[in-house]
């Protein structure tokens, strides 16, 4: 039987006529590294070079490449071929798929296959599970974690159950998970009808599924699913890139999220924090201390770095922002949470007390762009600002924080701000908000100065400081663990951690 959502628009009685059609003018050669070839007659000569056509459009995942890489060759050279009537294991569930109907069609059964043999399919299908739950996947620092942990742990199958907000696309793109699907009732807004029917849900699924472990990102999910695991369920991890509760907050939100992480820490088998900071709020509630463990969020760092004179000749160049005058730079998403807007007031407070003022750079998008905009108009500061939207390419991003004299950063809550690591890395000095986070990298060597959430005139005052200050040697913190390697044998010992106590607490 055909998996649904295939595409493919035919029945499976279609598929078999179009299969044997094929089958019988086409010999299979089941071996590893060789084509599909077909006996030498006229006739059949059609027949081949469509399938030839059909097969570059399909891409493939080798079994034998442990990376899990698409194949876009006309024929993976790495894949067992599997001959007509042979049983093809797509998504890790065995079904009966004839090959030569994929080929005939011009595309696998459910857009990416993977091409085992039975022995490799019995291996594949023996690894424990790991159910990912998240409440929203889009482009976040919560979906880099989830990636970082699939990455990390390659001995582990990954189903991935997202909420109805997210980009099903781009989380099957992104995580490479063997099975993603959709929870409609999983939404961020507070809704008791519909959390009651995401709760009852997934305490469903967790039981009808094998899985050894489930994995919680992002605040709502975390709190769903690892109740749902707690009522006799696989042992939860929850992946903690932000508090829920805390300065920043509100008090109703505060009241039940310290609440809830009080009764649910001792239920989590483990919590995969961000940062230390983050950890010390969540041990005050009374989260077990022994259970929360540092495991930072994968973030592109930069290589060698080049002069600051260098660096800034080239950003000048790039965006037009004016050679020779200072610049503070802020990096993120253009969200409420963020308090962009905040930007234009600061930067009106720089211009009217100091003698060169500073311009300002802005890379990122989001909601607010507009707002921001238009009160930089208000203030009359339009060309002194350079809004260059998102940059994809992380370079550029390394670029600009080495080239400008002071990043800013004014949330009103972070777990632990992947911009101000990059900063660090680059050695230029950040002005922010005391979120979490900020003091730990302080810690580790970087420069900087926190100010007191909400104190626009301090934050104006320490960048005042920063830009007049005589120039210092370049200073770049400790940033080995954010290194790709750290990051993954940190998760690879927290997951191998707690299924091996699940495994031993199992009743035998």
């Not at 300065?247 to 009241?255: H, K, L, Q, W």
């Not at 004179?309 to 610049?327: F, I, S, V």
């Not at 680059?426 to 060597?445: M, S």
């Not at 320490?462 to 200050?469: D, M, Q, R, S, Y």
Request: charged residues 25%; proline residues 7%; positive net charge.
């Amino acid at each position: 039987m055909m998996p649904e959502g295939s595409g493919l628009g035919r029945s499976q009685t279609e598929v078999s006529r179009a299969a044997t059609t094929v089958a019988s003018s086409v010999a299979a050669e089941a071996a590893v590294g060789r084509t599909v070839s077909a006996p030498a007659a006229s006739a059949q000569t059609t027949t081949r070079r469509s399938r030839k056509r059909s097969v570059k459009r399909i891409p493939v995942l080798c079994a034998t490449d442990p990376g899990q890489r698409p194949c876009r060759r006309r024929i993976c050279q790495r894949r067992v071929i599997v001959g007509a009537g042979s049983s093809l294991r797509v998504a890790g569930r065995p079904r009966e798929v004839d090959l030569f109907a994929c080929l005939l069609l011009g595309r696998a059964p459910s857009g990416r296959i993977r091409c085992v043999d039975d022995e490799q399919a019995d291996r594949i299908e023996q690894r424990p599970i790991a159910l990912h739950v998240i409440t929203r996947y889009q482009r976040g620092g919560s979906e880099r974690r989830v990636r970082d942990i699939v990455r990390a742990t390659p001995d582990l199958r990954h189903h991935l159950l997202v909420g109805a907000d997210s980009d099903v696309e781009l989380a099957a793109e992104q995580t490479g998970a063997e099975k993603v699907s959709v929870l409609p009732a999983l939404v961020r807004r507070v809704s008791p009808v519909d959390d009651v029917r995401a709760l009852i849900g997934l305490w469903r699924q967790l039981r009808r599924d094998a899985y050894s472990v489930v994995v919680t990102h992002q605040s709502k999910a975390g709190v769903l699913a690892r109740a749902a695991a707690a009522a006799g369920g696989p042992p939860a991890v929850h992946s903690l890139s932000m508090a829920s509760f805390g300065p920043g907050y509100g008090r109703v939100e505060n009241a039940v999220f310290r609440r809830l992480e009080r009764l649910l820490g001792p239920r989590t088998a483990a919590y995969a924090v961000v940062g230390a900071d983050l950890a010390d709020r969540f041990a005050a509630v009374g989260v077990p201390r022994d259970r929360l463990h540092v495991v930072r969020s994968g973030v592109p760092l930069p290589g060698e770095l080049s002069s600051r004179a260098a660096a800034r000749e080239r950003l000048d160049a790039r965006h037009g922002t004016a050679p020779g005058r200072p610049l503070i730079c802020y990096v993120g998403s253009l969200e409420p949470r963020k308090n962009p807007v905040l930007l234009a007031r600061l930067l009106r407070d720089l211009h009217d007390r100091t003698a060169t003022p500073p311009d300002l750079l802005v890379i990122g998008d989001g909601p607010q762009r507009g707002e921001l905009l238009a009160e930089l108009a208000r203030l009359g500061l339009s060309d002194h600002a350079v809004l260059t939207g998102y940059l994809s390419e992380p370079r550029l991003v390394h670029e600009a924080l080495r080239a400008v004299d002071v990043v800013l950063l004014l949330s009103d809550a972070e777990g632990l701000p992947q911009v101000l690591v990059q900063a660090a890395a680059a050695g230029t000095p950040y002005v922010a908000f005391d979120v979490e986070g900020v003091r730990e990298l302080l810690a580790l060597g970087a420069r900087g100065t926190p100010v007191p959430h909400g104190r626009v005139d301090l934050a104006v005052d320490a960048v005042e400081h920063w830009l007049g200050g005589s120039p210092e040697p370049d200073v770049v913190a400790d940033v080995s663990s954010w290194s790709p390697d750290a990051i993954e044998a940190s998760y690879r010992s927290v997951l191998t951690g707690v299924l091996t106590a699940s495994r031993r607490s199992a009743p035998r």
